[in-house]
Every structure is written in C-alpha cells, then in structure tokens.
C-alpha cells in the first residue's frame, strides 16, 4: 500500500517522503482497539528565522490553543493544519503537512513575521494593504485568527479554507500603513492554500455574505457545492454555503430560519464532521449533539447530555477534536482535558467511551488530531510523538 502513496504524492508534486518500515509494520498489526506509540516524527521545510525563533524546525507546529483541527486532504493523502495561538508564544501564519508512512511533519509556508493579539505586531515591514486586504508582502494573511473549527480542505479544489476572523484593529492598521481604512473590504475573511502552489489568497465575495463570528464551523459538503459555514448565536444565526468558483455566499435558510433554526441548530464552538454516507453534518457541542440532514435542508438536536451522565463526552474546539471514521461509519472524539477517546453512532444516536488496549495516547497540553482514512487509523501528535488508534 505504501509504494502507491509515495508515488502519488510525486505526481501531485509533493516531497515522496520514504515511508518508514516499521511504521507499515506497526499498522499492519494494530488491531482493532488497539492503539501504538509510532515514534518520533521527523520535521522539514525551508525554515525561516522566524520559525527557527520559535523552534518549529524541532517541534513541529503543536497545538494551538483554539487551533486544534486537521483536514484531511484525501489527493494528498495527507493531513494539514494552520492558525494561530490565542496568544503566546506566537501568532504565525504558518502551514504545515503530516505524512504518517513517513512520520513527517512538513511545512509548506513558511511563517511570516509574528502578529500581536489585537495589531500587527511590532514589525510591520513584511504587511501592505492591498485590495482592501491587510497582506503580507508574500501574499499571506497579515491577521491570523484561531480556526476554530473554521477550517476545511476543497477537494475538488484541492484548496484549504480558512474563515480567519481576528480582533485586530485592522482600521487602525490600515492607517498606520498609509492607507484609507474606509478601502477595508467588510466581507467574510475566507482565504485560501494551495498546498500544491503553497500559496495563499484571499477572497473577496460580494454581498450577500454570512457574519463571521467567532467559534463558527466550515465544512465541506459535495452535495451543497461548496463549503458551509454555520453559526447560531446572537451574533448571526445561520447557515450558509460558498462557491468556491464564483466566490459567492448563498443563505440555506435551514429550517426555514427563525426559532425553529435557534433551538436545533448547535452553537458556536463546536466540533464536527461530515458523513458522506449518510448526507449529514454531524457536530457535537458541549454535551449537544446535533445532526444536519442535507436533503431535509434542516438542522436536529438529537441528544441533549448531561456533564454529569458519564454518556457523552464535552465537545469544545479548544479541548477536543471530532472526524468521521468510514471503517466504521462513526465519528471519533478526542477528548484532550480527559484523555479519552469516544465513538459516536448517528443511527442509534449514542456515545461509547472507548477503552483503547496497547500504549496508551501521550498527555502533552499542546496536541493535535485527525483520522487518516487510507491507514484506518485515528492519529493523536503531541509534538512530534506520534500515537495511532484503530476502531475498527
């Protein structure tokens, strides 16, 4: 299975990182509830001083405080990651790649210079103000938010999507660089990686266009066309959907919207994940969980937990992370404050907490998550130490 990987990350013009022996080994023997200790990963890229400063050329990106979520990006056959920390030791633009044959971690943009909590930094050489867009002179975002769970990968594009929305002053900024701050573009900040290309770019979709709050979900659904972005709270409360090609933004209107679409439809900062099989968007808040039907057009709380029922786990995008496992058709949760690992079944609407055998998942603060569908294996990286759990 392994050579077919490597050749195809040739032919989309990715490094063929040598896939690691023991690693297949090691896979090909984990049964299932079992988990293993991989080792250590590897950590490349053209590393600037910027990353050096803060040791990414040792210890890979980490966990980022509300930055948790990986996308699979399944021509790639791999998994990416950015955002920013909420704020030290670092606020970076960085992108990285993980390959698990391998046990690589690669970074594919390198950070430009570091951002302040609500400016641009104490350095502002590297950013102009072009096109009503705060840039940095290599075409990165200048602000650079938390994802959330503001990210997702466009397979047909073959592009990340990053709903980057920040508390920077960017009016303020846009003064001090020169500019008219009244030039700033007031649309949903979404932009764009290429992993390929290994650039970024913003869009700029004319009206009408969601709210971008803080904690909100984008998601990626075939059906739809594009990606969705949702949010309920008293900000904005809606769902919506981007075509990436035309770059506009089209309101769902789930539930036919008002009371109905308030009470259903889940809340920000949550987790979730997309199940093609059965055409749902599956998401988990707190103890809620909530279902999405595509055809139906509308959002459904199918299980209202308890913190204290010991029968769902806490879904929250700063303390767990939440995919689809299509081995078994489940979702899989992380739960990083309590070190578990739970599976959720959308046909019977039940949480089972899961009791892996074998090494148990590393405890660092900083780590990151994602399930690679081609290995069948849910993949755990606390730094660079690599731990990988097969449900079924």
Known sequence: MLLPLAL???????????????????LADLRPNHAVLLGKADVVGD???????????KTGPRGRDFTNKMCWAPDRKRALFCGANHAVPHRLNDVWEFDLPSLTWSMLYAPDLPRGYTDLGKDTSDVEFKDGVLVTKRGGPAVIAH???????????RELLFMNTWVTDQKKAVRDLGGDPAALYAGPPLWAFNPAART???????????????????????????????????????????DFEKDTWTDLKANGGGKAFEAEAPEPEQVG??????????????HTTHHYDVKANAWRKVLAGDKDDGKTPYGHDARAVFYHDPASGHGLLVQFQTNTVWAYDPDRVTWTKLTPQGDPMPTGGKRLGYVDPVLNALVVIDGTTVWA????
């Open 47 to 57: 590393f600037n001083d910027t990353a050096r400063k803060y040791d990414l050329h």
């Open 147 to 157: 994802t959330w769970w503001g990210l997702t990968y466009d397979p047909r594009r």
């Open 200 to 242: 970024w770019r913003p869009f700029r979709s004319p009206r009408p266009y969601p709210v971008p709050i803080f904690g909100g979900m984008l998601e990626y659904v075939p059906e739809l066309g594009g990606s969705v972005w949702h949010a309920n709270n008293w900000q904005t409360r809606g769902s919506w959907v981007h």
């Open 273 to 286: 994940y997309y199940d093609p099989g059965r055409k749902l968007l599956v998401v988990h808040r707190h």
């Open 8 to 26: 195809a990350a040739a032919a989309a013009g990715q490094p063929p990182f040598p896939p690691k022996p023991a690693v297949a080994a090691a």
């Open 389 to 392: 759990y097969r449900y079924r």
